[in-house]
């Protein structure tokens, strides 16, 4: 099946430095990756919608100079969280797409996701 | 944008029975609609999905229906097991943006 990997799994962070999460998709190309943003015990919030080569579409309530995403490649979309607050502690999952299926549902792959702890 | 409200947040079970969890959507335009289990720490696993010409979708104990024109579509797991136990999410799809319910976590009692 389709795998999508995520790095790192766990990082911890001084306040106000940035921080890179990659996504990739290992063995298909993705058209389409969405990053979502998990507090414990609660849903996943999607934070942006990215398509390669274009500029990302960002949730109402998403800071785009905070959490900069670039899906530069079909394989590859980073995000990057910048100035690390506490408050940007979290879970941080990606997904990604490989476009429509035949039956036209487009389905998504997630990734195993990054815990971001910021001191 | 899609509003996706899941109920209830918590379910207990004993072992054996029956669990259902329901999902109500806001935008007519969501054609499709997946199932996710989480465990703990873990990323999301589809279970089930349905799509919006279908009424009704199951496999072996998991089904899934959807009433389109009250916007709700729900969970059904028969002959609940401990394993069960975990998160489950519905959401909500276009087909260009997911949106996620609110999650429900399951406890299965042996």
């Known amino acids: 099946g389709a795998v999508v990997s995520q790095h790192p799994s766990r990082v911890i962070c001084k306040s106000g430095t940035s921080v890179k999460i990659e996504c990739r998709s290992l063995d298909f190309q993705a058209t389409t990756m969405f990053w979502y943003r998990q507090f414990p015990k609660k849903s996943l919030m999607l934070m942006a919608t990215s398509n390669e080569g274009s500029k990302a579409t960002y949730e109402q309530g998403v800071e785009k100079d905070k959490f900069l995403i670039n899906h530069a490649s079909l394989t590859l979309s980073t995000l990057t969280v910048t100035s690390a607050h506490p408050e940007d502690s979290s879970f941080y999952i990606c997904s990604a797409s490989p476009g429509p299926s035949p039956n036209w549902v487009v389905l998504q792959y997630f990734g195993p996701g990054t815990r971001l702890t910021v001191l | 944008g899609e509003n996706v409200e899941q109920h209830p947040s918590t379910l207990s079970v004993q072992e054996g029975d029956s669990a259902v969890i329901k999902c109500t959507y806001s935008?007519?335009?969501?054609?499709?609609f997946p199932w996710y289990k989480q465990e703990l720490g873990k990323r999301p696993q589809l279970i089930i999905d349905i799509r919006s010409n279908v009424g009704e979708k199951k496999d072996q104990r998991i089904a899934v229906t959807l009433n389109k024109t009250a916007k709700h579509f729900s969970l059904h797991i028969t002959e609940t097991q401990p394993e069960d136990s975990a998160v489950y999410f519905c959401a909500a799809s276009t087909g260009n943006q997911f949106y996620f319910g609110t999650g429900t976590s399951l406890t299965v009692i042996p």
């Open positions: 935008d007519s335009a969501s054609n499709y």
